[in-house]
T-cell receptor, first 114, second 120 residues
Framework: DGGITQSPKYLFRKEGQNVTLSCEQNLNHDAMYWYRQDPGQGLRLIYYSQIVNDFQKGDIAEGYSVSREKKESFPLTVTSAQKNPTAFYLC?????????????FGPGTRLTVL | AQKVTQAQTEISVVEKEDVTLDCVYETRDTTYYLFWYKQPPSGELVFLIRRNSFDEQNEISGRYSWNFQKSTSSFNFTITASQVVDSAVYFCALSEGDNAGGTSYGKLTFGQGTILTVHP
């Protein structure tokens, strides 16, 4: 089945540790996105990528890093510089860049910092 | 800057009631797109509808209907004869149109979401 997979579903991290969240899609989509969701808030854009080997900062990129070495993969690293990393992280993709295209979302990763 | 406001934080209804979720947006663009997404307890957002700024026709899909009014910058969502399975968080989102240089990245600005609970 075509879709977006994120792993792990739950992730626990100690303060000061970096952690990487996986996002894979087999939809042959060009664009991929990472969002953060906090309780009672909408989704906020962390990073996005329109094409392989290219990515741009979103609204809340500080403390995060990404790579886009393959079309189907867009991993997100939460670094120790992120002051409040506990949140629900959602990865999304769309067919190509552009505002017309709806985004399809993965099941999310819930990160908790202990 | 674009902004989406969903004033209703939580709505609780009894099954078979009709319910309307409000969405008000702000944008300076003349070309933009509006979306509704559903987030069930599993967490994954599900795309429901897209509407572009030049199409003000209301749309109906089964028990769902959407009312887009540019004059009031609103894009409201109505569920008719609600069911327990409709319980979820619903998000309204806005994407401004591609600029002349074609460099728009399809950024979605989300509202805060409305938690809908349908009781049996």
């Amino acid at each position: 089945d075509g879709g977006i997979t994120q792993s792990p579903k739950y992730l626990f991290r100690k303060e000061g540790q970096n952690v990487t969240l996986s996002c894979e899609q087999n939809l042959n989509h060009d664009a991929m996105y990472w969002y953060r969701q906090d309780p009672g808030q909408g989704l906020r854009l962390i990073y996005y990528s329109q094409i392989v080997n290219d990515f741009q900062k979103g609204d809340i990129a500080e403390g995060y890093s990404v790579s886009r070495e393959k079309k189907e993969s867009f991993p997100l690293t939460v670094t120790s510089a992120q002051k409040n990393p506990t949140a629900f992280y959602l990865c999304a993709s769309s067919l190509r860049r552009g505002s017309y295209n709806e985004q399809f979302f993965g099941p999310g990763t819930r990160l908790t910092v202990l | 800057a674009q902004k989406v406001t969903q004033a209703q934080t939580e709505i609780s209804v009894v099954e078979k009631e009709d319910v309307t979720l409000d969405c008000v947006y702000e944008t300076r663009d003349t070309t933009y797109y509006l979306f509704w997404y559903k987030q069930p307890p599993s967490g994954e957002l599900v795309f429901l509808i897209r509407r572009n700024s030049f199409d003000e026709q209301n749309e109906i899909s089964g028990r769902y209907s959407w009312n887009f009014q540019k004059s009031t910058s609103s894009f409201n969502f109505t569920i008719t004869a609600s069911q327990v399975v409709d319980s979820a968080v619903y998000f309204c989102a806005l994407s401004e149109g591609d600029n002349a240089g074609g460099t728009s990245y399809g950024k979605l600005t989300f509202g805060q979401g409305t938690i809908l609970t349908v009781h049996p």
